[in-house]
């Protein structure tokens, strides 16, 4: 055999083992395997301090909000790096900030827009990508980023989208870029920025661009990043993420935009229903299970309905036709989330809005409890695993609340800093990203 031979075997031999591989119970995608936020069974500790089950917390270099990827023994993450851009601000800070914002300009030097393989074991860095480096053509909200777009993983690719510049790209989990395509950077409505995350399945990887000046939703090829599909669509700005409901009937891809909700064929982009009347705009996302989808929204003074559709609906839905035999399940007035995504487990809908916690029948729509939460203002999802919910809020603290037809609090945790994003969920782990480093909540008993 020969040395180059020998050499190729080795180095094929060494990826084998470097490159993790995925499974159901990893985090590879914004809010989870299912995109609902939801992971069944998971060993992270329930408690923990900044003195207790804190594994390890690594700083970052750049801004960003969007979640970690868990891939195997490996984390995935985005930022933007640059000297001149100061961290996120809070709700309070953010408001406070927002007189001219429709005026304010972009940073005037070149940002790196940046991809991190983290270990999952340590928190060290094991390489790390620049996707992009250019000047952003717009200005953001000082609340938000340059990197709130969280990326996905499949298939042994890990797929990234920096809406600020337009760049979508591909690469190998051990950080060779696989392909790029720019889709372009549009307005967004005052200038508040983008959020949309990457959402992957069966071979394609979607993008929900919504802003306010060319709205359209584009599919690629996985593998070879040739564009599949793209549809036009007539709405504006909106921050929700797209998600690939699989239900007992189909696949569904699932938009939620500017006073609309569409569904979309994955394979094809052909349009399954839209449901209209929904009002003003979408900031949080779906969440689903095998029967229904879920989803609302809430402006700064007034809360939108919150609606179930089911599966197999057709055709051109309205909030206002609860009577419809075409889709709506039921429907709930002025009941719709705000930042934070809702999560369904154990046939409960948990829907957070200005800090009040409210549980839904999901079947009915039936409200089983409302209770306020001590907890400040609410930008992170909400998830769940092992039959509770957690609810983490912009000040670091954790609320933990059992799944149950009565409100329960079993727990309240609590570690510094200015959170937004939301965490991911690996086996017996927890990912928490602060506006500037990552920790990861891990059992530090000893065995």
């Known amino acids: 055999m020969n040395r180059s031979l020998n050499l190729s075997l080795l180095v094929a031999g060494f990826m084998a083992i470097a490159i993790p591989r995925l499974s159901q119970a990893e985090w590879l995608q914004f809010r989870g395997p299912s995109g609902a936020g939801v992971l069944a069974n998971s060993t992270y500790p329930t408690t923990w301090s900044v003195d207790d089950n804190i594994a390890w917390n690594s700083p970052l270099p750049g801004g960003g909000w969007s979640s970690p990827i868990v891939?195997?023994?490996?984390?995935?993450?985005?930022?933007?790096?640059?000297?001149d851009i100061g961290r996120p601000k809070g709700f309070g800070g953010g408001v406070a900030s927002m007189r001219g914002l429709s005026s304010r300009k972009p940073p005037q030097d070149p940002i790196s827009f940046e991809l991190h393989c983290l270990s999952l074991i340590d928190g060290s860095e094991i390489w790390k990508r620049v996707v992009d480096d250019r000047r952003p053509a717009f200005a953001i909200h000082p609340s938000n980023t340059y990197a709130t777009e969280s990326p996905a993983v499949s298939q042994d690719q890990v797929f990234v989208y920096f809406a600020s510049t337009g760049v979508v790209a591909c690469y190998d989990l051990a950080g060779e870029e696989i392909w790029k395509r720019e889709i372009g950077a549009f307005r967004t409505s005052n200038n508040?920025?983008?959020?949309?995350?990457?959402?992957?399945?069966?071979?394609?990887?979607?993008?929900?661009?919504?802003?306010?000046?060319?709205?359209?939703?584009?599919?690629?090829?996985?593998?070879?990043?040739?564009?599949?599909?793209?549809?036009?669509?007539?709405?504006?700005?909106?921050?929700?993420?797209?998600?690939?409901?699989?239900?007992?009937?189909?696949?569904?891809?699932?938009?939620?935009?500017?006073d609309s909700v569409i569904s979309y064929e994955p394979n094809t982009?052909?349009?399954?229903?839209?449901?209209?009347?929904?009002?003003?705009?979408?900031?949080?996302?779906?969440?689903?299970?095998?029967?229904?989808?879920?989803?609302?929204?809430?402006?700064?003074?007034?809360?939108?309905?919150?609606?179930?559709?089911?599966?197999?609906?057709e055709g051109e839905l309205d909030v206002e036709d609860e009577t419809s035999d075409k889709g709506i399940v039921w429907v709930q007035p002025s009941s719709g989330p705000g930042m934070a995504s809702p999560v369904v487990v154990d046939g409960k809908l948990f829907v957070l809005s200005r800090s009040i916690l409210t549980c839904h029948d999901a079947k009915t729509g039936e409200r089983l409890y409302r209770n306020r939460l001590p907890a400040k203002?609410?930008?992170?999802?909400?998830?769940?695993?092992?039959?509770?919910?957690?609810?983490?809020?912009?000040?670091?603290?954790?609320?933990?609340?059992?799944?149950?037809?009565?409100?329960?609090?079993?727990?309240?945790?609590?570690?510094?800093?200015?959170?937004?994003?939301?965490?991911?969920?690996?086996?017996?782990?927890?990912?928490?990203?602060?506006?500037?480093?990552?920790?990861?909540?891990?059992?530090?008993?000893?065995?």
Request: proline share 3%; charged share 20%.
């Open 192 to 258: 508040f920025g983008t959020a949309s995350s990457v959402a992957v399945d069966d071979g394609k990887v979607f993008i929900q661009c919504d802003n306010e000046d060319q709205s359209f939703v584009v599919a690629f090829d996985a593998a070879s990043g040739e564009e599949a599909w793209r549809k036009e669509r007539d709405v504006s700005t909106s921050w929700s993420s797209p998600i690939v409901w699989k239900n007992r009937l189909r696949n569904e891809l699932i938009l939620c935009g500017s």
């Open 377 to 447: 203002s609410v930008a992170a999802s909400l998830w769940s695993t092992n039959n509770q919910l957690f609810v983490l809020d912009e000040a670091g603290n954790t609320f933990v609340v059992e799944v149950a037809e009565d409100f329960e609090l079993v727990g309240e945790n609590s570690i510094s800093g200015l959170f937004w994003s939301t965490p991911a969920v690996s086996t017996d782990c927890l990912l928490l990203r602060a506006a500037d480093r990552l920790y990861c909540i891990r059992s530090t008993e000893s065995p």
């Open 269 to 313: 982009g052909k349009q399954l229903w839209s449901l209209t009347g929904t009002g003003g705009t979408f900031s949080g996302s779906p969440t689903c299970d095998a029967d229904r989808i879920y989803f609302g929204n809430s402006g700064r003074n007034s809360r939108g309905p919150l609606v179930a559709i089911a599966a197999g609906a």
């Open 71 to 83: 891939v195997g023994d490996r984390v995935f993450i985005t930022m933007a790096v640059s000297k």
